[in-house]
């Protein structure tokens, strides 16, 4: 790979990073390991025989945009001083790693598949999927244990929209080495994926339909600061935590004056929030930044309620572990909500 280009950002402070406008990053794909990845992408697509290359270019976000055979690809993928910002932000940089990122992509191929062929005209395509007319929600609430959808991205996401199942459903087919005939055995989402086996193999070598080249949002016309754009990104993951753990959080802790002179719970939980917040988000697919949320109001329930971390921090991790879990998982697929992420 050619030496990485060097940016008069790169060494700016993260205040002054973030004042910064997004279209004066001029970052690209060229060059850098984002490259490595759609080579990958296209390497993956010749050997299932499909003619479509989806071009790409940077934007704020993850998306392709519709009737759009191509994939918008986050500013902060482009450089590793770029990560660090998100991450610090966001508390997680989402396609960060290569097998997220190509996770990514191949669901993005599918999208750019469905629209260079406008796959979702055909009648067994609305009867699998459902009609891609259909409004995108604005909250979901998953199944976890149905089997009539693929489990590729995070939070059973092929459940949200007929083309994200479509998306989905190709970009388990499109992975190499998955075994998805074994691994969907006796699944009704076997019959999707056998269709998509059989449509790649019928759109084989054919034009498309739609060969816009256009690039949707790329990021030089963003005039939004780096700033500007994380306070709306954050603000769309945040939401008030509901005050229904006090009872849980006085099992797990104590409130004896015995234990006046032990750890404050508040405490142990700032030692630990990390990794059981990555723990917790890795199991249940939520975001960091939400189950942060509510780590900051268990360390002020905590507070308030005066709770000391007594016995083992080995035990008392675990405990405290499924605790987050089991909230994060009723807030997921209670009666509260489930937001729509667009990918």
Known sequence: MPRRKKYPWEKLSDEQLLKRRLSSLRVGIEGTWLEDCLNTLYEELEEKGIRLRPHAWISSEWFSPGNVPGIAIPFYLVHPRLMKLEKKMMLDVEGGTWSECMAILRHEAGHAIQHGYQLQRRR??????GPSSRRYPRYYKPNPASRQYVQHLRLWYAQSHPDEDFAETFAVWLRPRS????????????????????????IAGKRLVSTTRERVDPLHELSQTLGEHYQKKQAFYAFTPPKTYDRDLMKLFSADPRHRRGQPASSFIRRHRAHIRQLVARWTGENQLTLDAVLDDMIFRCRELDLRAVGSDRRLVADFTVLLTAKTMHALFGPSRRKWIAL
């Open 124 to 129: 067994r395509w609305q009867k699998l999927f």
């Open 179 to 202: 075994n998805w005939r074994t691994r969907y055995a006796g699944w009704p989402a076997l019959k999707k994926l056998e269709y998509v086996d059989e449509l790649m193999e019928e």
